[in-house]
Structures are given as C-alpha cells and as structure tokens.
C-alpha cells in the first residue's frame, strides 16, 4: 500500500472506528471530479459519491450525492427545512473539512458535519468516495456511508 498523506490518514483511521474495511487508494492523477474519478476507477459516474459542501444558516451542510447528479439546493432546502442553502466557498470548505474542494471525504473533519446522502446511491453496490484529497478514494457501500456519515438519507436533485 502507497504511503497515505496525512488527511487520507484521519479518513482512514475514521473508516476503521466504523468498521469499514475498504482501503483507500491513491491515485497517480487527481480526480477532483466524479467524472474524473469514475475515469480513473472506470466505474460509472453514479457509482461515485460526490462530496459537496454547503452553507447554511447554521452552518455547513455535507450533500454526498450520486456523480449523476446535481444538487437542486431550493428542493432540497425545503424537503430538510434548511433556508438559504448555498454553495460553500472554498475557504469555507477547508474551515469545515479540513480537506480540499474535490478531495472532501465523508468522514475525517474537524468536526462531524450534518450530512444528507443522495437515496439513489442506495441503488449501487460499490460506491467511490474521496478519502481526503483529490488524489485518494475508497470503495464502501450504500449502509456504510449513511453509517459513518450519521447522514439523513434523502433526495438530493
């Protein structure tokens, strides 16, 4: 196993207090993207777990949601009854994560974070997550992220 940079650490240490057993792989490219990282895995794109942080009134939002799709943030906010979601900046991503934007990974920040998982993610076996840089994934399946995320599991586009 590649030697693992110091955030894909705390990912790690993260997934096996789960008891999530996948290991995390580092990348020669980055795959800042779930197209890029489904390239890289050769995986279809809904199989990857798009990590993607917002800003609320409270604080920030992680929304881990298929590759195949985008966050509709309106329906979203009123299915959670959130006002105001919006898009974090990435200062406001680092501040949260402590990982960078195309690298967040669902676990291993500062802080836990109020997380919604895309429901549609349910319907793969394997998906690919960041493990805390744009560099390194890991494979874990539907129950696991909703696990080790604590997230709420709902529509998301």
């Given at each position: 196993?590649?030697?693992?940079?110091?955030?894909?650490?705390?990912?790690?240490?993260?997934?096996?207090?789960a008891?999530?057993?996948?290991?995390?792989?580092?990348?020669?490219?980055?795959a800042?993207?779930?197209?890029?990282?489904?390239?890289?895995?050769?995986?279809?794109?809904?199989?990857?777990?798009?990590?993607?942080?917002?800003?609320?009134?409270?604080g920030?939002?992680?929304?881990?949601?298929?590759?195949?799709?985008?966050?509709?943030?309106?329906?979203?906010?009123?299915?959670?009854?959130?006002?105001?979601?919006?898009?974090?900046?990435?200062?406001?991503?680092?501040?949260?994560?402590?990982?960078?934007?195309?690298?967040?990974?669902?676990?291993?920040?500062?802080?836990?974070?109020?997380?919604?998982?895309?429901?549609?993610?349910?319907?793969?076996?394997?998906?690919?997550?960041?493990?805390?840089?744009?560099?390194?994934?890991?494979?874990?399946?539907?129950?696991?992220?909703?696990?080790?995320?604590?997230?709420?599991v709902?529509?998301?586009?």
């Open positions: 196993m590649a030697d693992l940079p110091p955030r894909s650490v705390l990912v790690r240490d993260c997934l096996r207090e008891g999530i057993e996948g290991e995390i792989v580092v990348l020669p490219e980055a800042s993207t779930a197209a890029l990282a489904a390239a890289a895995l050769g995986v279809e794109v809904g199989a990857i777990a798009n990590s993607l942080v917002f800003w609320t009134d409270d920030p939002l992680l929304v881990m949601t298929s590759g195949a799709h985008r966050v509709n943030t309106a329906a979203l906010s009123e299915r959670l009854g959130i006002p105001g979601i919006r898009r974090a900046d990435p200062d406001q991503v680092r501040e949260a994560t402590g990982q960078p934007i195309g690298g967040v990974a669902p676990c291993g920040h500062p802080h836990r974070l109020r997380t919604v998982v895309d429901q549609d993610l349910a319907e793969v076996d394997e998906i690919w997550a960041a493990g805390g840089t744009p560099h390194t994934v890991f494979p874990l399946s539907f129950a696991e992220l909703v696990r080790v995320t604590g997230g709420t709902s529509r998301v586009d």
